[in-house]
């Protein structure tokens, strides 16, 4: 299932109340994905680490009342009562505890209790983990807990991806790469020893890295440390094209005359960065210039602006340019 399709299907089973696996190779997004849920739905969100449990965590800690009867105590993760009326649950790494730990979350996960603890209406349980055939820390998951959730299956997208980039502050070199090369969004061979490998978290990284401006003696080996040697190499290669196109605001200043790169990772690159500055004022200036891209990179860039700027479709420049590129559209 793509992100967008795992959104769905948790906004679905946490208004049941309905417990959930997400499965996925590492570094794809699956506990963002668990956040961004969490937030838009006004949730309250506890990340527990089933890994770092020991089976009695569950149940807390027994205390004497004054009656002389001993009573468990939950531990300060689990809510109650006196927390916010929704939140989700959030079990990380759950297939990487052991199976004790696993065995302890049975009766939470099943009936949304634990002795006489007792889990609030309001509260969803949602769990992740990596699958075995990645070669990931994991234990085999009991039948017995299995099937006490529903299991998705996480695959990487590009759009999904770079929807969520364009609100993430990804930079744009990174973006416009993946849209050149999408096949490294997501790289990953469990039989490979590399330490390092692409997957959307760790070009995450590499949009940090250059943040940091790292000296141009390092940045290949950094690249290299984050998304492995095959990556680091076309990234380094796609950089030196990004750094020699003209500036968007040269662009806009002049969008009758700029250049237009021939090669299509620079036309790639072009659009990525100058869909980034799409809005009512510049629209004239973008339409001009798309005019004068190959039609499938205009199209790129234009649709690209409208995902930054839905007002656009109601311009009069891009009216015109749609007008003129009905056929393509189509």
């Known amino acids: ?17 309905q417990p959930v696996f997400i499965w996925g190779a590492p570094g794809v997004g699956k506990s963002q994905i668990v956040a961004q849920v969490a937030e838009a739905r006004g949730m309250a969100l506890r990340d527990i680490r089933a890994v770092l449990l020991d089976p009695v965590d569950l149940r ?6 004054d009656q002389g009867v001993a009573v468990w105590c939950p531990p300060a993760f689990l809510p109650t009562p006196s927390d916010p009326e929704e939140g989700i649950i959030f079990l990380d790494e759950l ?21 006489e603890y007792r889990l609030p209406d309001g509260w969803s349980i949602v769990a992740a983990g990596n699958r075995e055939k990645d070669k990931a820390v994991s234990y085999r998951m009991p039948s ?5 959730m529903v299991h998705l299956e996480f695959d990487a997208n590009l759009d999904d991806w770079l929807s969520w980039a364009q609100g993430s502050g990804i930079r744009a070199e990174v973006c416009a790469f993946l849209r050149f ?28 890295v250059l943040d940091a401006g790292p000296d141009a003696d390092v940045e290949y080996e950094l690249f290299q440390g984050t998304v492995g040697s095959a990556g680091a190499a076309e990234f380094m290669g796609f950089l030196s094209v990004w ?4 500036t968007v605001d040269e662009v806009l200043a002049a969008p009758a005359s ?16 100058l869909s980034l500055r799409a809005s009512t004022e510049t629209i004239e200036a973008l339409t001009a210039y798309a005019e004068r891209l190959p039609s499938e990179f205009g199209v790129l860039l234009m649709r690209d602006a409208v995902c930054q700027d839905t007002d656009l479709v109601q311009t009069e420049a891009f009216s015109r340019w ?9």
């Open 144 to 148: 017995a807990l299995a099937n006490r």
């Open 1 to 17: 299932m793509t992100p967008s399709q795992i959104v769905s299907a948790l906004n679905s089973l946490i208004s049941i109340r």
């Open 322 to 330: 749609a007008e003129k590129n009905a056929e393509v559209l189509m």
């Open 95 to 115: 297939n990487a505890a052991p199976p004790l730990v696993q065995a302890a979350c049975y009766q939470l996960i099943l009936d949304r209790a634990i002795g």
């Open 181 to 208: 090369r999408p096949r490294l969004l997501h790289d990953f061979d469990p039989l490979k020893a590399e330490k390092a490998f692409a997957s959307p978290r760790s070009w995450e990284f590499v949009s940090r």
């Open 258 to 273: 700029a250049m237009v790169p021939l090669e299509p990772a620079a036309l790639y690159a072009m659009c990525e960065a």
């Open 60 to 65: 807390g800690l027994p205390r004497i009342t």
């Open 243 to 246: 750094r020699e196109l003209p």
